[in-house]
């Protein structure tokens, strides 16, 4: 049974590919795209790598491409993927890439329709400029990342907008929302090849919490304070956490989603046994960031592979993260995979001389495009 996920070299977003299947019919399914950039330097050469490997006389079949939640630095390169999609298929008949399925939560499906409105108090060459990294006017009413959360509003739009041009389905398995819907424990979604998709959030009752709030309070503030709301609560608190099955083997896949809505997730579908959830594979949340764990996460969910993407930019992963998650799993015994070597990490590790540690640190090596973690065999590349 083939089960492995690559963290690729997303900067300081996520980009993963899961494969799953069998050697002899490798599948995949696409997690996010990374910021600006991302798409070009690594996305792109990876999959022309993963097509030229399996499918060279044809399309390469992708099960599935999901967008955690609506953020530049996980929506951007999936953005310019389907565009480039876009730009195939109106030069010719035949697609290089076969997506059965997109699953996207759009700020219009969670927030009624509000993107317009909150787009439209940014110029276009203001949102280019922010999801881009280039500069931004000194009169603008907001910081540089509120402009990137308002950015990431129109770019989900504009992602809807390439599928239904794409002609792909999206969210299937849902009527709407990709979400657990209220009074259900969880829903899985059996997507062939042996693996499934057990989705532990966000709950519908947590959208609903949202869309009040939005409609009674937020949408009347200025668009700084509107931009603050929709970091904070629209996309992580709607972030899709999703748990992956295939073989006897598990991922918890967290996108930026809160510590406390992933163990109320895990919770509310009766994983939890004595106090403990135990993975096989563990994605952390939000790229590290100690805003969205605390030490009593580490100590409820634990896993043999933990894996973080983020090269530093906005401090993540944190340390306090790193150490939290240390002082968790004291002497036990685990790997923790990490996309990019940085010094401060390095001299973090090697100043833990605490008795006794089993766990072992795996850094991208430079010269790949991810790092890799195998739970079942290897996929060809």
């Known amino acids: 049974m083939l089960f ?38 690594t ?57 059965a399925t997109l699953w996207h939560n759009s700020f219009d499906d969670i927030l009624s329709n509000a993107a317009a409105e909150l787009t439209a108090s940014l110029k276009p060459a203001n949102i280019k400029a922010a999801s881009t990294g280039a500069s931004l006017p000194a009169n603008l009413p907001l910081h540089r990342h509120g402009a990137i959360v308002l950015a990431s509003v129109g770019q989900g739009r504009d992602l809807r907008r390439s599928a239904d041009n794409l002609g792909l389905t999206k969210n299937e398995g849902f009527g709407g929302l990709v979400m657990v819907p209220t009074g259900q424990k969880c829903k899985q979604v059996a997507l062939g090849g042996g693996l499934s998709f057990t989705i532990l959030g966000p709950r519908q009752d947590r959208v609903k919490d949202l869309q009040q709030k939005w409609d009674i309070e937020i949408k009347h503030l200025g668009v700084a304070q509107v931009a603050e709301f929709v970091d904070n609560s629209v996309f992580n608190l709607s972030s899709i956490i999703v748990l992956a099955k295939a073989g006897g083997r598990t991922m918890l896949l967290t996108g930026d989603a809160r510590g406390d809505d992933i163990l109320d997730g895990i919770k509310s579908a009766g994983l939890m046994k004595n106090n403990r959830f135990q993975v096989d594979l563990l994605k952390l949340p939000h790229h590290g960031s100690d805003r969205n764990v605390r030490l009593d996460f580490f100590q409820q969910v634990t ?43 390095e001299t973090f590790f090697a100043n833990d001389k605490t008795p006794g540690r089993q766990y072992k640190v795996v850094f991208r090596d430079d010269t790949k495009p991810s790092v890799r973690i195998d739970l079942g065999e290897l996929p060809p590349s």
Do not use: W
């Open 43 to 99: 996305l792109s050469k990876r999959l022309e790598a993963l097509k030229a490997a399996r499918s060279p006389n044809g399309p390469l079949p992708i099960r599935m491409v999901m967008i955690s939640h609506i953020d530049d630095d996980h929506i951007n390169g999936v953005l310019q993927f389907f565009r480039k999609l876009e730009q195939q298929k109106a030069d010719g008949p035949q697609l290089p890439y076969n997506i």
């Open 4 to 41: 492995s996920l690559e963290a690729l070299e997303a900067k300081y977003g996520d980009s993963l590919l899961l494969h799953f299947g069998t050697s002899a019919k490798p599948q995949l399914v696409l997690i996010d795209g990374g910021p600006a950039g991302v798409y070009s330097e």
């Open 303 to 345: 896993a043999d592979h933990y894996v973080c993407s983020g090269n530093g930019k906005f401090g993540n992963p944190e340390l306090n993260t790193l150490a939290m998650l240390l002082e968790a799993r004291g002497l036990e015994a685990y790997t923790l995979h990490l996309t990019n070597r940085e010094k401060r990490l």
